[in-house]
């Protein structure tokens, strides 16, 4: 085969070769083009690289024309870069990953997550807002024993050394608070898998008993003290519940309607996304421990810094969720 023939039968070939590697040096911040501009899939390109190296060799046992063979050996070079570098640092995966993977997974699974944030909201507010005009309704959530606890717990006149507990210390207080709220969190995702109803009620029932103590504490007038400590953790707890709920729906669904998918396969990709949703989530859930922890109980602290900091912590979350990862291509995150 002379070189022009040659050179016609893979210059496609090495075109799209090209425009994927140019593709791989683009900041991440650009969005990637669309396959139907000439770019093939990620999975095709060790043995479109291979494909390229035997071109070379060819060209070289043939004799070609110097250009032709500086350019294989530029595409074979970059090629190997890519194939052969080295993985990321794990610290740089797992910082990337809470920086833009997860927040943008989050956004991708935007239905489960409206449907979870309704389960779970409406039915806190609403607890909320009718034990301000029917307090008595608290003894058909609560037992007189639980009632009891929430209002020593918050009790303006109590002589405590730490809002929202009667004893133990930060670290100790850190610990339970870690085994309650990734405990909280595993039961709303797992519930999933009852086809999305054990989802649906854990968020409901979680909703229903946080409302249930906020109403009621701030309905008998120690709303401050309760308030003051919830403010600051509330936005990573509360967010997380939601998230990994939204995670339960989401495998429910899989198992209720997989689509043109068999179910096993859909249950499966479904697994993937919710295992990295729950991850994120529970990291939320260390992290509103360890402000329950050691600033939620501080009492000297003025009112206007408790706020200020929990407006701040639900502003920079709900920030982060909006804005992390755009631009960014995380294929394996998107249905």
Request: with cysteine; aromatic share 12%.
């Amino acid at each position: 085969m002379n070189q022009e023939l040659f050179q016609v039968s893979h210059q496609q070939e090495w075109a799209a070769f090209e425009r994927w590697l140019d593709v791989r040096a683009r900041p991440k911040s650009r969005p990637r083009p669309q396959r139907d501009e000439g770019v093939f899939d990620d999975a095709q390109f060790p043995a479109a690289y291979r494909r390229l190296c035997q071109q070379l060799a060819l060209a070289e046992k043939r004799c070609y024309s110097v250009p032709l063979i500086r350019r294989l050996q530029d595409l074979a070079q970059r090629g190997h870069l890519v194939l052969y570098r080295p993985p990321a640092p794990r610290l740089h995966r797992v910082l990337d990953f809470f920086a833009a993977e997860f927040p943008s997974l989050v956004r991708t699974q935007w239905r489960a997550m409206t449907v979870s944030a309704l389960l779970f909201f409406v039915p806190l507010i609403a607890a909320i807002v009718v034990l301000q005009y029917r307090p008595e309704f608290v003894h058909s959530l609560f037992g007189p024993e639980q009632i009891g606890k929430f209002e020593s717990m918050y009790d303006p006149a109590s002589k405590s050394q730490a809002l929202g507990r009667e004893s133990g210390t930060d670290l100790k207080m850190f610990g339970f608070y870690i085994m309650n709220n990734v405990s909280i969190g595993f039961r709303t995702f797992a519930s999933g898998l009852l086809a999305g109803v054990g989802a649906v009620f854990v968020l409901v029932f979680n909703g229903v008993f946080i409302g249930g103590v906020a109403g009621h504490l701030t309905a008998i007038g120690y709303g401050g003290p309760f308030w003051r400590f919830v403010v600051g953790h509330s936005a990573p707890e509360l967010l997380a519940i939601v998230i990994a709920g939204g995670a339960g729906l989401h495998i429910g669904m899989a198992l209720i309607a997989p689509g043109r998918r068999s179910r096993s396969r859909a249950l499966v990709e479904a697994g993937t996304v919710g295992a990295k949703l729950v991850l994120g989530a529970f990291a939320m859930l260390v992290c509103a421990a360890f402000i329950e922890a050691y600033w939620s109980s501080i009492i000297w602290v003025p009112n206007p810094v408790k706020f200020g900091v929990g407006f701040a912590l639900w502003s920079g979350i709900l920030a982060w969720f909006c804005l992390g990862g755009r631009g960014r291509d995380f294929t394996e995150a998107k249905e």
